[in-house]
């Protein structure tokens, strides 16, 4: 009984905190814009990916293939140095403000 009144309290708290993550802060202070430009367009190097437009659904789920490793290839490193700076919740608001850039 106490576990199921602890989950729903954490449900009811959890809910508006992740209403309120703003992607586009996210993305500049996890420092993503270092990287893939500061309106996602202009990545630093010509073979980093641009992600203004992405799709959320695809975007959310390469971040969390990188950050778990299951998409691991010669330039996934630099990225997944700076991955345990987002948890799910902020992965997915990024995703999401990226797919709204045109
Ligand atoms: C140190 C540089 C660097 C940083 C910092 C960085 N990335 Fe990346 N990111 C990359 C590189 C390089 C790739 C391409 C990896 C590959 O080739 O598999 C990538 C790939 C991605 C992809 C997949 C794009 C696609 O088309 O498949 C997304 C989405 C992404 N990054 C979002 C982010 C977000 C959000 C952050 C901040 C939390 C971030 N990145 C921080 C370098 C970086």
Redesign the pocket.
């Known amino acids: 009984m106490k576990l199921i009144a602890t989950l729903l309290a954490t449900a009811f708290i959890a809910a508006p905190a992740m209403a309120n993550l703003d992607g586009a802060k996210l ?1 500049a202070e ?3 814009n ?3 430009g500061a309106d996602a367009k202009k990545p630093l190097l010509p073979t ?2 641009k ?1 203004a437009g ?1 799709n959320a659904g695809y ?1 959310e789920q ?2 969390k293939d ?1 950050k778990s490793g299951a ?1 691991n ?1 010669g ?2 490193a ?2 997944k ?3 345990h ?2 948890n799910d919740e902020e992965i997915k608001a ?1 995703a999401v403000w990226l797919e709204t850039l045109q």
């Open positions: 993305y996890k420092t993503c270092a990287c893939h980093y990916p992600l992405q975007a390469q971040m990188i998409r290839n330039q996934t630099a990225m140095g700076v991955m700076l987002v990024i």
